[in-house]
């Protein structure tokens, strides 16, 4: 294992500033070498179906603020959870099932909602609060919490980010100029069994910086894929996964070539700076890993959007795709005006990028009831839908897109 590693590490090295990368692994993700693949992808090459599921809205059922887009689709349940606390549930009908909050200062109560997380299999939801982390089943019963670590190594970790594996949780900190840990593993007792390394080469971009507010983008992220755990530790070249025995493999190698953020020492980067790095969520499907990117000025053509005012704007993002089964990378174009994602052909609705992908392979996302009701009404689209959203008022809850993720062996 360890020479094939240092195999695939030797090609990256003489291709990183190939612009094609020739006979690179399949696990490779060539994001320097892609930035002249840009195209408009649509959802009918990546999804065999596209569904729209208005949820039902009545009283106790209303759905306010949402949590940071954190919506959730497990075992035919969509779990939605809001700024104020509380989460709500609705069946793949979009029929409210219920909705509870468990906020307060008891000893089965979270004091705050800061990061969340579903099991894919119990469907029982996670909940971080001030150093802890609290479990519920569906119904609101509270099963269990565990408390972070505080001895003298970790206490000064500020852990944010966290995921549920098997018995263990995975939890990521922000990240801060004498960081030497990215994260820990922590049983269901409380006890950490594992602590994750902040890579070096990350450590000595960020001790170069100067003293102001650290970039986001040095942070760790995590997200999951089935039954392991994913994780990049802010622009390191290599994506974890964590498996359930705690064996930790390399998933995917990011190929930044030039375009690193780390061959800027002592630089911090503008919203429009020419490098390339890792921004927002990352989900991954059995075929697919979807992924945000940095790109400031590197791509073909500007990507605009415009504001709540009606003002335009450059956005120095892009959304991506990478096939995990021919190894390509692609940047996904504006599929239209101001819109984001892939173009979805298929009812001819909005753009659609994925807020989860579920461990079946669905890739969900929202649409405000408004937004819906005056895309569809200036737009050519199905009847099907044109259906939907002549049963819609303004002021409904939001419409739950579920697109069905093609599998290939």
Known sequence: MKGLLLFLLLIISACSDSPDMQNKPLNVIDVAGSLSSERTVNISEIADSVEYIALETKKGSFISTVLYDNIFYENKLIYIFLKNGSITLFNDEGKHIREFSRMGRGP????WLSTVDVNPISGNIYIKGYRKIYEYSINGDFINSIRFPEDDELKNLL????KKLGDFYIATSHIFWDTRYSGVIIDSASNVVM??????EQLDYLVSLPRKRIPDYVNPKLFRYKD???IINGNNKH????????SIDTAYIINYGKFSPIFKPGKRLLVDSPYLWRRFEAFESDNYVFMTFHVGPLTKRATVLQNPLGKEYVYHHSHSLFNKKNGEFLFLAQPD???LGFKEDIHGGPAIWPMYISSDNYLVSKVKALDLIRYVNSNN???ELKTLVASLKEDNNPVIVRAKLKISE
């Not at 852990?159 to 966290?162: E, K, M, P, Q, V």
């Not at 602590?195 to 070096?200: F, H």
């Open 381 to 383: 689209v199905s009847e």
């Open 239 to 246: 994506i974890l996964s964590i498996n359930k025995d705690l």
């Open 108 to 111: 089965e109560e979270y004091s």
């Open 159 to 162: 852990l944010f980010h966290f």
């Open 228 to 230: 392991k755990i994913r």
């Open 337 to 339: 005006e101001y819109q």
């Open 195 to 200: 602590k994750l390394d902040y890579p070096k």
